[in-house]
C-alpha cells in the first residue's frame, strides 16, 4: 500500500528556504533565543529530533520512530481534541543546524508545511526558527479565523519557551 499523499504542493521548500510561502498560503516564522554555546546545540539538537521538545510542550505525539526522518509519519495531538497527520518531509544535521520538517496529510485542519530549526551562528548563540506555511483546510480552521493563526503563533512561541527550559543550565563554551 502506498503512503497517503500529501495535502500540498510544494513539499519540501522550507528546507533551502524557512520564510518561503507559496501564493494562497499564509506564512509563520518565529526564532527564539535558546542559549549559547555547543552544549546547548546539542541538546536542544537531541530533544528536537527526538520529539522531547513537542512532548514537553504537552503535546501529544504518534509515531513509531524514535528520531525524526524523512518518510516518518506522525501524528500531533493537541488538547485531546485536534488530530493533525503529517509526514516528515526532511531532515538536516550539520554542524551549526539541525531539524526538520513535516508536511500535512488528509485529516490535519491546516495543509502547508512546518520546520523546527535548530541554528547555532557564528557567535556561539543558539536560536530555534519555527517556520510554516499553511492554510485551513476544515471548516472548523476556516471557521476560526485570526484565532487559528493566533494558536500558530503561540504554538511557535511555546516550541521556543520549552527547548529554552530543556537546556537551561548547560554551561556555554
Not at 90 to 116: C, D, K, M
Given at each position: 500500500?502506498s503512503p497517503?499523499?500529501?495535502?500540498?504542493d510544494?513539499?519540501?521548500a522550507t528546507r533551502d528556504?524557512?520564510s518561503f510561502?507559496?501564493?494562497?498560503?499564509?506564512?509563520l516564522y518565529v526564532?527564539t533565543?535558546?542559549?549559547e554555546?555547543?552544549?546547548?546545540?546539542?541538546?536542544?539538537?537531541?530533544a528536537?529530533l527526538?520529539?522531547?521538545?513537542h512532548r514537553?510542550?504537552?503535546v501529544g505525539?504518534?509515531?513509531d520512530?524514535?528520531r525524526?526522518?524523512?518518510?516518518?509519519?506522525?501524528t500531533?495531538?493537541?488538547?485531546?481534541?485536534?488530530r493533525?497527520p503529517c509526514?516528515?518531509v526532511?531532515t538536516v544535521?550539520?554542524?551549526?543546524?539541525?531539524g526538520?520538517?513535516?508536511?500535512?496529510?488528509e485529516?490535519?485542519p491546516?495543509?502547508g508545511?512546518e520546520?523546527?530549526v535548530?541554528?547555532?551562528t557564528?557567535?556561539?548563540t543558539?536560536?530555534?526558527?519555527?517556520a510554516?506555511?499553511?492554510r485551513p483546510a476544515?471548516?472548523y480552521?476556516?471557521a476560526?479565523g485570526?484565532?487559528?493563526?493566533g494558536f500558530?503563533?503561540?504554538?511557535?512561541r511555546?516550541?521556543?519557551?520549552t527547548l529554552?527550559?530543556?537546556?537551561?543550565g548547560?554551561?556555554?563554551?
Amino acid at each position: 500500500m502506498s503512503p497517503a499523499p500529501f495535502t500540498h504542493d510544494a513539499v519540501g521548500a522550507t528546507r533551502d528556504d524557512l520564510s518561503f510561502c507559496p501564493p494562497g498560503y499564509r506564512p509563520l516564522y518565529v526564532r527564539t533565543r535558546i542559549g549559547e554555546g555547543r552544549q546547548v546545540f546539542a541538546r536542544a539538537s537531541e530533544a528536537l529530533l527526538t520529539w522531547e521538545m513537542h512532548r514537553a510542550m504537552g503535546v501529544g505525539i504518534e509515531t513509531d520512530a524514535e528520531r525524526a526522518a524523512p518518510g516518518v509519519d506522525v501524528t500531533v495531538h493537541l488538547a485531546g481534541l485536534l488530530r493533525a497527520p503529517c509526514r516528515v518531509v526532511w531532515t538536516v544535521t550539520e554542524s551549526r543546524r539541525t531539524g526538520w520538517a513535516y508536511g500535512t496529510l488528509e485529516g490535519h485542519p491546516e495543509t502547508g508545511e512546518e520546520a523546527f530549526v535548530v541554528d547555532r551562528t557564528g557567535d556561539g548563540t543558539v536560536w530555534l526558527t519555527v517556520a510554516a506555511f499553511s492554510r485551513p483546510a476544515k471548516w472548523y480552521a476556516r471557521a476560526a479565523g485570526p484565532a487559528a493563526r493566533g494558536f500558530q503563533h503561540a504554538y511557535a512561541r511555546r516550541a521556543g519557551a520549552t527547548l529554552k527550559r530543556l537546556c537551561a543550565g548547560l554551561s556555554e563554551d
